[in-house]
T-cell receptor, first 114, second 110 residues
């Protein structure tokens, strides 16, 4: 079974703090993704990576950065957390084979910024 | 305008009944189509892909109408375990980037 794990299920941070969300997958997938999910808005893509050290902006990258130093690990960084970044953050991965679109999601991190 | 739009519901369905709902997408260049299922406080998981000719997977039937730019999901003989939020998903390119709808909530009642 594909396994995608995220470092925390729940996280509470203060405005202005630097926040790291970690994601690890054990299936040697090339592609990894970070989404945030908000009620009524669905999942929105923040950043994705198709290889080590490669990253591409998604639909809402402002206020976020990412790091992919190893194939299995994709980190999302909030440089200076703000209250509007309170959300559910979901990591996903999939292999790069053409036409293989299913993404495997981690359990999510519910981040609250106070 | 959202790329993918869904009726949020909830659709309250008696056990054993049939329920169907649609999703519309705005980009005519969309390539692939899927339904994902998300249980309460859980991650989304792929339910089924949607093919041009329509396809079934057990009690679930998915249809695609490219001319009108919508996809549909029909659930027959609903089970209590079908209670979930169903996410409509489309891809625009071959990189695997997905566009998600906000989801349709289905509640199956005894």
């Amino acid at each position: 079974d594909v396994k995608v794990t995220q470092s925390s299920r729940y996280l509470v941070k203060r405005t202005g703090e630097k926040v790291f969300l970690e994601c690890v997958q054990d299936m040697d997938h090339e592609n990894m993704f970070w989404y945030r999910q908000d009620p009524g808005l669905g999942l929105r893509l923040i950043y994705f990576s198709y290889d080590v050290k490669m990253k591409e902006k998604g639909d809402i990258p402002e206020g976020y950065s990412v790091s992919r130093e190893k194939k299995e690990r994709f980190s999302l960084i909030l440089e200076s957390a703000s209250t509007n970044q309170t959300s559910m953050y979901l990591c996903a991965s999939n292999p790069v084979e053409q036409g293989y679109d299913e993404q495997y999601f981690g359990p999510g991190t519910r981040l609250t910024v106070t | 305008r959202k790329e993918v739009e869904q009726d949020p519901g909830p659709f309250n369905v008696p056990e054993g009944a049939t329920v169907a709902f649609n999703c519309t997408y705005s980009n005519s260049a969309s390539q692939s189509f899927f339904w994902y299922r998300q249980d309460c406080r859980k991650e989304p998981k792929l339910l089924m892909s949607v093919y041009s000719s329509g396809n079934e997977d057990g009690r679930f039937t998915a249809q695609l109408n490219r001319a009108s730019q919508y996809i549909s999901l029909l659930i027959r003989d609903s089970k209590l375990s079908d209670s979930a939020t169903y996410l409509c998903v489309v891809t625009l390119d071959s990189w695997g980037k997905l566009q998600f709808g906000a989801g349709t909530q289905v509640v199956v009642t005894p």
